[in-house]
């Protein structure tokens, strides 16, 4: 099997505080994978380690069989990233900035086609502070998918969208995966999880404490409820140090 994703023995911390400490996964090729947690697990930080906005303090990450940091310039054609605080200027047109990110690739993919696929044509002339909520996470997807990548980081995708804006973008995300793209998303919805991702991983202070697909964890936990399951990972910790 292709790895599209891997890490081994990563570690990260800021000052005493442990933020990744020792973390091991794998993401096949084509692959919709996630990674769940409570805040403050460690989510975040795991997802700037393997993009590598932020240097693990030990381990390896490799993206396509690539150092994410080290060979920076090769994978930037072939790897979106949405990060959970996205932040742009508010004074930017729609089509502005989606015609400043193709610039930066040799060969992205058409944003107009991409504007189009997300429901945004009528918003190409406004600006990102006119955006709604649901718009603005939209674009944001939209481009991390201007490098036409053959894998994406999602981090906290749908937070804070209502139900109707949530399911039209896992609609966006399952056309993704079916044209080719390997996506990694962390995600707090447990009900997205179950209809996007083939597999998670659950980490809990710093740790990955399970692996597998949505049916694994609710059989290792003996219950039909994914909710239980994964409290029954993501807690456990807490209340072990009562």
């Known amino acids: 099997m292709e790895y599209i994703v891997s890490a081994v ?18 993401v096949a090729q084509g692959e919709t994978f996630g990674l769940l947690g409570a805040n403050g697990a460690g989510k975040s930080t795991t997802v700037e380690c393997l993009v590598g906005v932020k240097e693990p303090d030990e381990g390896q990450v490799l993206l396509m069989g690539k150092r994410p940091r080290a060979q920076r310039k090769t994978l930037f054609e072939h790897v979106g990233v949405q990060f ?19 610039c930066l690739y040799r060969q992205p993919a058409d944003y107009r086609a991409l504007l189009h696929s997300f429901g945004l044509d009528e918003k190409r002339s406004s600006f990102i502070e006119d955006l709604s909520g ?15 990548p053959r894998l994406v980081f999602l981090d906290e995708l749908t937070t804070g969208l209502d139900v109707k804006t949530r399911r039209e973008v896992w609609g966006y995300l399952e056309a993704m995966k079916d044209q080719g793209v390997t996506i990694f998303l962390t995600s707090h919805y ?3 999880v ?33 909710e239980q399951a994964y409290l029954h990972y993501a807690e456990q910790g807490s209340k072990e140090a009562q």
């Open 84 to 102: 959970q605080e996205s932040r742009y200027q508010d004074k930017v047109k729609v089509d502005e900035l989606c015609r400043m990110t193709a």
């Open 190 to 192: 447990l009900d997205e």
């Open 9 to 26: 023995g990563l570690k990260k911390s800021f000052g005493s505080k442990k933020a990744v400490a020792g973390i091991d996964l794998a």
């Open 134 to 148: 649901g718009q603005k996470q939209r674009l944001f997807v939209a481009l991390a998918l201007i490098p036409d």
């Open 194 to 226: 179950e209809r996007l991702c083939d597999r998670i991983a659950i980490i809990r202070n710093g740790r990955i404490v399970f692996t597998g697909t949505v049916d694994e964890a609710r059989e290792s936990c003996g219950t039909a409820d994914l």
